[in-house]
């Protein structure tokens, strides 16, 4: 069975900090998407990443895939309270229908 | 543009009771479509999927079922409610090919008194 963990389970910052979010596994993926969820919505895709060492940016977001497609990070730059939410990485394999979903992590961030 | 119904957004109901949950895909043809359960704060669980009419795959043995009447009608259904089964419920969409993005509708709260 493969497994993705995220860590922090939780984190809690001050507007302008900067955080990286982890998504490890011992298993290799095809691709790797990250999704942000708001409180009573359903979850947003943010990104793809395919490519093993892969960088991807989408304004203040950096996200990477591991060289070897096993893990990847999220960075936030100068974090802002719009960025609170759910933060969920998920694993794909080419072929499979079912994605793997990370255990998540919650980011709040006060103003 | 695809887009994805999901009803209702909330939902009371007694422990006993029947449940039906419907969602509906906008925009795409032969789409594969996931019922996800949700704890509060924390990851996706899959109960259900499907990659045609017909066909559904149950990945947790429990109360609840799925159907597929349409191509783009993804029902979630339980005879007899039970208090576990309070929880937010999610559908999804994605490609019919694997390993594709998923899509979201908004989510149904589900309370079970």
């Known amino acids: 069975t493969q497994l993705l963990e995220q860590s922090p389970q939780f984190l809690s910052i001050q507007e302008g900090e900067n955080l990286t979010v982890y998504c490890n596994s011992s298993?290799?993926?095809?691709?790797l998407q990250w999704y942000r969820q708001e409180p009573g919505e359903g979850p947003v895709l943010l990104v793809t990443?395919?490519?093993?060492?892969e960088v991807k940016k989408l304004k203040r977001l950096t996200f990477q895939f591991g060289d070897a497609r096993k893990d990847s990070s999220l960075h936030i730059t100068a974090a802002q309270p719009g960025d609170t939410g759910l933060y969920l990485c998920?694993?794909?394999?080419?072929?499979?229908?079912?994605?793997?979903f990370g255990t998540g992590t919650r980011l709040l961030v006060s103003p | 543009s695809q887009t994805i119904h999901q009803w209702p957004a909330t939902l009371v109901q007694p422990v006993g009771s029947p449940l039906s949950l419907e969602c509906t895909v906008e925009?795409?043809?032969?789409?594969?479509l996931y019922w996800y359960r949700q704890a509060a704060g924390r990851g996706l669980q899959l109960l259900f999927y499907?990659?045609?009419?017909?066909?559904i795959s149950s990945e947790v043995p429990q109360n609840l079922s799925a159907s597929r009447p349409q191509d783009r009608q993804f029902i979630l259904s339980s005879k007899k409610l039970l208090l576990s089964d309070s929880g937010f419920y999610l559908c999804?969409?994605?490609?019919?090919?694997?390993?594709?993005?998923?899509?979201f509708g908004d989510g149904t709260r589900l309370s079970i008194l």
């Open positions: 999804a969409w994605s490609p019919g090919q694997g390993g594709q993005p998923q899509h």
């Open positions: 298993s290799v993926f095809s691709s």
């Open positions: 990443v395919v490519t093993g060492g």
């Open positions: 998920a694993g794909a394999n080419t072929g499979f229908q079912k994605l793997v």
């Open positions: 925009g795409t043809s032969n789409p594969n």
């Open positions: 499907s990659v045609g009419i017909g066909q």
